[in-house]
C-alpha cells in the first residue's frame, strides 16, 4: 500500500499540463512594414517564457516575451505565421509555469542585411 501511494504522490508531484490558449494566423510584437514586397517563410521556431515554481510562482510569465524570443531567433523575423499559444502548468508545488509561442517566420528582405536571408 505505501508503494502505490508513494508512486501516486510521485506522479502527482511530477505532472503538468499544456494548454492552447490559442491560434493565429499571423502575430508579431515588432513593428514593420506591411506593404513590403519582400517577404518569405522561414523555419518554424519555439519561444519560451517560463518562471519557477517552489511552493508559489517566483515570477510572473508573459506572453509577449515569449513570442519576441521566438522571433529573434532571426533577426531579419519581423513576425510569425501559423501562430501556436500554449499556456504551460508543469507544478504543483515545485515546477515551472509559463508560455510558449510556436510559428513559422515571416522574414523581411528588405531590412538591411537581409537581401539573401531564408
Known sequence: MKKVLAVALGALLLSGCTVRVADMTVASTKNYNLNSA??????????????????FPLGIPNVKTAMDRAIEKNRCAVALSDVVVSQLNHAFFFG??????????????SQPGCENAD
Open 96 to 109: 515551472t509555469l509559463g508560455y510558449r509561442i510556436e510559428g513559422t517566420e515571416i522574414i523581411d528582405r
Open 38 to 55: 519582400k517577404f518569405v517563410k522561414g523555419q518554424r521556431v519555439i519561444g519560451e517564457d517560463k518562471v519557477p515554481v517552489v511552493l
